[in-house]
Nanobody, 118 residues
Framework: QVQLVESGGGLVQPGGSLRLSCAASGITLDYRAVGWFRQAPGKAREGLVCATSDGRTDYIDSVKGRFTISRDNAKNTVYLQMNSLKPDDTGVYYC????????????WGQGTQVTVSS
């Protein structure tokens, strides 16, 4: 059974940082694309970044320079380091995996809440 489990969310002040984790079981992420997504209150889910199996990344403009995706293949875990957080970054964050970035995402985590507020 494939599972992706996100963790690391919470309440943070504007300008603060968080690191989200996405731990996989039942599937090896080494050779797959991984992505992070966000669903803000009242809005559709949006993709933030996709990382290919060979290390290429593609970020949306609103998080470029602030968010960084990384992998630890030994732990079968993907991370999202988020710096300079803004209130607009508030939402539920999901990780997902697919064969390649342009493909349909076939496995999703359950999400972790991030709230940026003073």
């Amino acid at each position: 059974q494939v599972q992706l489990v996100e963790s690391g969310g919470g309440l943070v002040q504007p300008g603060g940082s968080l690191r989200l984790s996405c731990a996989a079981s039942g599937i090896t992420l080494d050779y797959r694309a991984v992505g992070w997504f966000r669903q803000a209150p009242g809005k559709a889910r949006e993709g933030l970044v996709c990382a290919t199996s060979d290390g290429r990344t593609d970020y949306i403009d609103s998080v470029k320079g602030r968010f960084t995706i990384s992998r630890d293949n030994a732990k079968n875990t993907v991370y999202l380091q988020m710096n300079s957080l803004k209130p607009d970054d508030t939402g539920v964050y999901y990780c997902a995996t697919a064969p390649i970035c342009a493909y349909e995402w076939d496995y999703w985590g359950q999400g972790t809440q991030v709230t940026v507020s003073s």
